[in-house]
Each structure stands twice: as structure tokens, then as C-alpha cells.
């Protein structure tokens, strides 16, 4: 299987959530790592499988306990409309 890693960072204007995950998440710079995997044939971009590893602040009852949050690409991309969406005037 073929793997591809890229790292980026995911700006947030508003505080957000992902589905299945029951915590508001403030607003800020998160730094984020996509994985692509496609599989030996590479053919079927159907079969490529892809997740996103977000890096969470600390919580402030647990300052040092590093987190992370691993959520589908789609769900990202969800998150990231709604935010741009929610910080333009109506």
C-alpha cells in the first residue's frame, strides 16, 4: 500500500465541533496531518483512504496532557465551510 503524509495548518475564526465527538472546540491554528493510502493497484481513487490527525489544545484541567483527534477528510472539510461560511456578514 502506498502512503502519502502531508502536514498544514487549518485556521479556525470561530469555535467548531466534528460529529462524534462531543467537545466545542475553540477557535485557532490547529496543526493538522493528512494520510492518503492507496492501495497496490492505485486504480480505484474510490479505494483511497484518507484521515486527518488533528493536533488538540491542552485542556485546562490537564495543561500537559497532549491530545490529538483523528477525523475523516470530509468532516474537516465540513468544519472548515462552515467556518468560513460563519465569518462572512449576512
Known amino acids: 500500500m502506498h502512503q502519502i503524509i502531508s502536514k498544514a495548518?487549518?485556521?479556525f475564526c470561530?469555535?467548531?465541533s466534528f460529529p462524534g465527538f462531543d467537545e466545542i472546540l475553540p477557535a485557532g491554528e490547529y496543526d493538522i496531518e493528512t494520510d492518503?493510502?492507496?492501495p497496490p493497484d492505485y486504480l480505484?481513487?474510490?479505494a483511497w483512504k484518507a484521515?486527518?490527525?488533528i493536533r488538540l489544545f491542552p485542556?485546562?484541567?490537564h495543561p500537559g496532557l497532549a491530545r490529538t483527534l483523528?477525523?475523516?477528510l470530509a468532516d474537516l472539510d465540513s468544519a472548515r465551510a462552515k467556518d468560513k461560511l460563519s465569518s462572512k456578514e449576512l
Request: glycine share 0%.
Open 70 to 72: 483523528t477525523v475523516s
Open 59 to 61: 485542556r485546562k484541567s
Open 9 to 11: 495548518i487549518a485556521v
Open 36 to 38: 492518503l493510502s492507496a
Open 44 to 46: 480505484d481513487p474510490e
Open 14 to 16: 470561530r469555535s467548531f
Open 51 to 53: 484521515s486527518v490527525l
